[in-house]
């Protein structure tokens, strides 16, 4: 009997919180790793600050945040998506065929890309983007033919570099520090070495060239990372040779374990990435669905508090972990205020 | 077999000596012997990894027990209290008015060390939301002197516990060499001090920026909650099940094809019921998501073939002698599974529900797409029937995001949610112990 019992009363349960199911009343967010920690920090403090449960964040990457948001609309669907990029047109139009028409781009701020290595190991002091270019990419210019990436050490193209081994561990496709990586280091440094000229000279049409510049070698030389930046780090901490990609927060946090290099002539800090003296660096976003407003309670304050002067400002909580402030808050303050959706004119 | 065959060999030896032993029974000994010593060799091998698995355990978590406290007496005024109420940002006022008494009283008691304001605040941890939660739930303490007992920040945790040496700090914004001059001064006067860390396991997840804050509390509470579900369900359901394949079901292809898929479920690996989890139960049956409903019926049917295996395997092992006599006085078929059958098979029942259930509560990788990975702070829930369907985090789940998170302070957590975790499968085990002595008959 008492089974009987049981399976009764479980069953019982699952039919009463199916029918209590019905009204989300937290603010769900997912995507970029990267905002996760922002958002994490504004997500606490906006549930002891205000009378609004705290907000779930999830993580998974911009790519995997986006999608989810496309899904449609619908409490059974994100509310917010992170993103260390922004919105590609064909995730636009994804959202759209699903029926998610309205969205509110929020940016939050700046993020720096450094690149780090263990505190002990050789002297990584100073990069240009022609170095990790020609360390890191899958045909470079050598002797004046394009060849598959022939070398073995930095110093063989860089006698500045130290004389050891290439190990670069950069982040994976599905993280959107990839694509800055790609457009402000691979991209430049292919352009600064000549490889890209040769390339086009070689018949290659521009956006062919671009393409192939963006190839990273695949000879074991070069690492993707699709975890977290712990796992940079793990690797980083068990190759002292091994040089890899932070977010300037993350790197800030670990000063005692990571070195950091210049990139070309610029240290990066908050200042230099304000100034966008220091060149890689992106900016950081959320997307908000203008039809859940109203639906699910907090969103909008959500997304004010996360902008406000006091958070995301440049003595804020946010720029005191890592996060450059954005000199436009204001304007993307009254964005949210009166709902400005993406493609309005705004 | 006559005679002679059978001396044939033995004309072959000499005279064996049953005293004496030959070689080859000095062969067979001998393999023997180093059979025994491969068996200890191994129990010694497995014994070693798991001390020196504990050892880690213990040695990185039990750091996470305690923590670095800063306690000094603190009024907040009515006017006070008013004013930070009307700030958006009011945890920031509550935590500047705290800052400010403390300044004063150290201004007071005239320490070595300089003391300002920004120092101050770099030693404390997020202070704010404690201050604020007190005076909520208690309005009747404004006015008077409260003794605090504040979270200090993680790298001044991390000082007294070797994390952070005067050798390598680097000055940043986290914290100065200079501001450690100021913490020798405070212990030495008594107002930081190290203090059992209840937050840690009464509280829930906290920031990227305040390890200090973070708790394993409310995760201890979702993974309870998901273990009811899946205890709730595939324990009737997979009891239900394997009964019916093993006494009633007749033998033929049909039952012969569930059988192999039931085997062939317990090998899936456990994210494919995570796809099947967001596809079937969030976005099909709209249930709420990052709730320990789903997790639960996620990890049932992943809980489910190894319920109905075991069970199967310990109503196979009563012996039919049993049932037999059962039938033979007279029982009906139901009378003599559910009086004679059952009861004596309980125990293995119970084995494999505690090692389904202990699976279930290690899983993480089903729970990434339902949504309870990530931050989950919601703290406790709001009722019984809350615990189900509110955002909750899972303990394993929460150790994963811990371990990720770039400030060293939670990968102390980390592990401390590990020791909780293990201690959470200890009693789940106990109570399987116990039922089972209770259960346990012999014949």
Redesign the interface.
């Known amino acids: 009997m008492s089974f009987v019992k049981l399976s009764a009363s479980a069953l019982a349960i699952t039919a009463i919180s199916a029918t209590t199911a019905a009204a989300r009343d937290n603010v769900q967010v997912a995507g970029s790793s990267t905002v996760l920690p922002y958002a994490s920090i504004v997500a606490e403090l906006f549930g002891e600050n205000t009378d609004f449960p705290t907000p779930v964040v999830e993580s998974g990457g911009s790519s995997a945040g986006l999608k989810r948001f496309c899904q449609g609309v619908g409490e059974n669907t994100i509310d917010v998506a992170n993103a260390s990029r922004a919105i590609r047109e064909k995730e636009i139009k994804a959202c759209a065929e699903n029926g998610v028409t309205d969205i509110m781009e929020v940016r939050i701020g700046y993020d720096g890309i450094v690149f780090a290595s263990q505190q002990s190991g050789p002297a990584f002091n100073a990069f240009e983007p022609s170095d990790i270019f020609n360390a890191l990419g899958a045909k470079v210019l050598k002797d004046g033919a394009i060849v598959d990436n022939p070398y073995n050490t930095w110093a063989e193209f860089n006698a500045d570099l130290p004389d050891v081994e290439i190990a670069g561990f950069i982040p994976g496709t599905k993280h959107g520090t990839r694509e800055v990586f790609e457009e402000k280091v691979l991209l430049i440094g292919c352009e600064a070495t000549g490889a890209m000229e040769a390339m086009i000279a070689g018949g290659m049409s521009e956006d062919d060239a671009e393409d192939a510049c963006l190839n990273v070698r695949t000879d074991g030389k070069s690492v993707d990372i699709d975890g977290d930046y712990t796992e940079t780090l793990a690797r980083i901490d068990t190759n002292p040779n091994g040089i890899g990609v932070f977010g300037l927060a993350f790197y800030e946090n670990n000063t005692d374990k990571l070195k950091v290099a210049t990139m070309s002539g610029i240290a990066p800090s908050t200042e230099t990435i304000s100034t966008g003296e220091y060149p890689v660096s992106r900016p950081l976003f959320f997307y908000i669905k203008k039809a859940h407003i109203g639906v699910i309670p907090g969103l909008k304050e959500y997304a004010q508090f996360f902008t406000h002067d006091d958070i995301a400002g440049p003595s804020g909580p946010l720029a005191n972990y890592g996060l450059v402030a954005d000199p436009e808050l204001a304007n993307t303050q009254d964005a949210i205020a009166n709902e400005v959706t993406m493609g309005s004119g705004s | 077999m006559t005679d002679a065959s059978m001396q044939t060999p033995e004309t072959g030896r000499h005279s064996v000596s049953l005293t004496a032993s030959d070689e080859r029974t000095r062969k067979r000994a001998k393999a023997e012997k180093r059979f025994r010593m491969y068996g200890i060799i191994a129990i010694a091998t497995g014994l070693f990894f798991l001390l020196v698995l504990f050892a880690s355990i213990l040695k990185e978590g039990i750091p996470a027990f305690t923590r670095t406290v800063v306690s000094v007496d603190f009024t907040l005024t009515e006017q006070q209290r008013e004013a930070a109420e009307g700030?958006?940002?009011?945890?920031?006022a509550y935590a500047n008015l705290f800052i400010a008494a403390l300044k004063n009283e150290l201004d007071e008691r005239d320490l070595e060390a300089e003391v300002d304001n920004a120092a101050i605040e770099r030693l404390l941890g997020k202070v704010?939301?404690t201050i604020?939660?007190f005076y909520s739930q208690n309005p009747g303490k404004l006015g008077e002197p409260i003794e605090f007992d504040l979270a200090a920040s993680s790298r001044v945790d991390g000082y007294f516990k070797g994390r952070?040496s005067r050798d390598?700090?680097?000055d940043?914004?986290?914290l100065q060499l200079s501001d450690l001059d100021l913490v020798d001064a405070l212990t030495e006067a008594g107002i930081i001090k190290q203090a059992f860390n209840w937050p840690f396991i009464t509280g829930?997840d906290?920031?990227?920026?305040?390890p200090g804050?973070a708790g394993i509390g409310a995760s201890v509470v979702g993974s309870f909650f998901m273990m009811l579900?899946v205890l709730?369900?595939s324990?009737?359901?997979g009891?239900?099940a394997s009964i019916y394949l093993e006494e009633f079901a007749p033998q033929n292809k049909f039952t012969d094809l569930i059988e192999v898929n039931i085997s062939n479920l317990a090998a899936v690996p456990s994210i494919v019921f995570g796809i099947l989890g967001l596809a079937v139960f969030?976005?099909f049956?709209?249930?709420?998501?990052?709730?320990p409903?789903v997790g639960g019926?996620v990890l049932t049917l992943m809980t489910l073939p190894t319920i109905i295996i075991s069970t199967r395997a310990s109503l196979k092992a009563v012996p039919p002698s049993i049932r037999d006599a059962a039938l033979g006085v007279g029982a009906s078929k139901m009378q003599a599974v559910f009086h004679h059958v059952l009861p004596l098979a309980a125990p293995g029942i119970l084995t494999g529900t505690i090692i389904g259930l202990a699976q279930a509560l290690g899983e993480t990788a089903p729970l990434?797409l339902i949504?309870m990975?990530?931050?989950?702070?919601?703290?406790y829930p709001d009722g019984f029937?809350a615990g189900?369907?509110e955002?909750n985090s899972a303990m394993p789940a929460q150790i994963y995001t811990w371990?990720?998170?770039?400030?060293?302070g939670f990968y102390e957590k980390a592990w401390g949610g590990i020791i909780i975790l293990l201690m959470f499968l200890l009693t789940m085990n106990i109570i399987a112990i116990i039922l089972r002595r209770r259960f346990e008959r012999r014949w």
């Open positions: 700030e958006l940002f009011k945890t920031k704010g939301g604020r939660e952070v390598t700090l680097q940043s914004r986290f829930a906290s920031g990227v920026d305040n804050g579900v709730g369900l324990l009737p359901i009891v239900a969030i976005q049956m709209h249930l709420p998501q990052s709730a409903l019926l990434l949504g990975v990530g931050f989950v702070a919601r703290g029937i189900f369907t955002p371990a990720a998170r770039a400030d060293v």
